[in-house]
């Protein structure tokens, strides 16, 4: 399987015209004999991938106690100005990639932000344990879901990353996307992988 990731990433190296910003190599999975319509066949699932994004995901805190984190973090006080600024929540949601939040903010949070973040599946996690363990995983993270179309897509890595640490976390990403599949690899049809600007090219599995 590495070998054939291997062979994707080298093709579309040569392929594709230099652009003038790093691009984003992107993994496409269509799924097969997978009913959408099925509540029990929508997912969300957080992957942390083995070798990052190639840039950092912009994590979002929201505590009124948590101060000493590599990331932003907003207090009720914040969350209060959103709410009367409802653009400008808007713009947050759609920046940023994960939030995480007290447990005793959470209600405060949904009624500011739930209608950007419902729609965008940003909804955001609990924290639970090591904060600074989470927002360093959530930072090499993607999130994969299954909505209205039988198709997964998420980044796998930038083009300034080796072909090798693409691969695995092209590898780490169809893993955790068979364990959510009822048949596993049977409900895969095809996996696609493609540069920002390029046409995907096929990966055999």
Not at 76 to 81: A, G, L, P, R, T
Not at 91 to 115: C, I, N, W, Y
Request: a positive charge.
């Amino acid at each position: 399987m590495r070998e054939k990731i291997l062979g994707a990433i080298k093709e579309l190296r040569e392929s594709s015209k230099k652009r003038n910003f790093v691009q984003s190599f992107d993994l496409i999975i269509s799924l097969k004999d997978y009913d959408v319509r099925k509540a029990e066949n929508k997912f969300v699932e957080d992957i942390v991938l083995p070798n990052g994004r190639g840039e950092s995901a912009k994590i979002v805190v929201f505590s009124d106690t948590i101060k000493d984190l590599d990331c932003e973090i907003l207090t009720s006080k914040d969350i209060e100005f959103y709410s009367k600024n409802k653009r400008e929540a808007k713009k947050l949601v759609k920046e940023t990639d994960f939030f995480l939040a007290d447990p005793s903010l959470m209600v405060l949070v949904g009624k500011t932000f739930g209608q950007f973040m419902g729609t965008r599946g940003k909804m955001p996690k609990v924290i639970a344990g090591d904060v600074k363990k989470m927002v360093e995983d959530y930072k090499k993270s993607v999130r994969i879901k299954v909505r209205d179309a039988p198709v997964i897509q998420c980044l796998v890595g930038k083009e300034n990353m080796k072909d090798e640490e693409i691969a695995e976390n092209v590898e780490a990403v169809l893993k955790a996307v068979q364990t959510k599949l009822p048949k596993g690899k049977q409900n895969i049809k095809e996996v696609l992988l493609k540069l920002t600007m390029s046409k995907p090219v096929k990966i055999e599995v």
